[in-house]
């Protein structure tokens, strides 16, 4: 029998579970003080979860409506990939800055912005496990997956890397 890798005992100690864009996730916090969005909505005031991608896993390109902020906990660097309004496409890489050159503890997204992740390849570990916590609260009715071939038509010179970490048909 073949011994858990240290992946498989993460997604069992923090009990992660399938996340429909990709990896695996399990929310720790939702904030029981309530907030009015300047749209109206109701909010928790935060929500925040565990994140893993693993292996050739990817977070496919999606957004929501809150700023999102990625805290990296252990394993491989983790790129994080924003299309912004002007078309620009802004990488911002999660790691340990003492072990990877370029790399930040912490990142933010900011609400309504397309983005998707992925792990920085590495012989090290098989795994990137990272913390997201969004403000106001995330919903996944909130959730938006991207169709490819719309986010190509907005972002032409992004067509490559948006084709690359899409779950949805082109």
């Given at each position: 029998?073949?011994?858990?890798?240290?992946?498989?005992?993460?997604?069992?100690?923090?009990?992660?579970?399938?996340?429909?864009?990709?990896?695996?996730?399990?929310?720790?916090?939702?904030?029981?003080?309530?907030?009015?969005?300047?749209?109206?909505?109701?909010?928790?005031?935060?929500?925040?979860?565990?994140?893993?991608?693993?292996d050739n896993d990817f977070s496919a390109w999606h957004r929501i409506r809150?700023?999102?902020?990625?805290?990296?906990?252990?394993?491989?660097?983790?790129?994080?990939?924003?299309?912004?309004?002007?078309?620009?496409?802004?990488?911002?890489?999660?790691?340990?800055?003492?072990?990877?050159?370029?790399?930040?503890?912490q990142a933010m997204v900011p609400a309504n912005h397309w983005f998707a992740?992925?792990?920085?390849?590495?012989?090290?570990?098989?795994?990137?496990?990272?913390?997201?916590?969004?403000?106001?609260?995330?919903?996944?009715?909130?959730?938006?997956?991207?169709?490819?071939?719309?986010?190509?038509?907005?972002?032409?010179?992004?067509?490559?890397?948006?084709?690359?970490?899409?779950?949805?048909?082109?």
């Amino acid at each position: 029998m073949q011994a858990d890798s240290t992946a498989d005992r993460l997604i069992k100690a923090l009990d992660l579970q399938p996340h429909p864009e990709g990896g695996y996730f399990r929310e720790t916090y939702r904030s029981a003080e309530n907030i009015q969005c300047s749209d109206g909505r109701q909010r928790s005031a935060s929500t925040a979860i565990y994140y893993m991608l693993r292996d050739n896993d990817f977070s496919a390109w999606h957004r929501i409506r809150s700023d999102e902020l990625w805290h990296f906990h252990a394993g491989t660097p983790l790129d994080v990939h924003v299309l912004s309004g002007d078309g620009n496409l802004v990488t911002h890489r999660l790691g340990n800055p003492l072990e990877h050159r370029g790399a930040l503890f912490q990142a933010m997204v900011p609400a309504n912005h397309w983005f998707a992740a992925e792990r920085v390849p590495s012989g090290a570990q098989d795994f990137s496990l990272l913390g997201c916590t969004v403000a106001p609260g995330f919903e996944f009715t909130e959730f938006e997956l991207a169709d490819a071939s719309g986010l190509v038509a907005i972002f032409p010179r992004q067509t490559s890397l948006i084709h690359r970490l899409s779950r949805r048909p082109t």
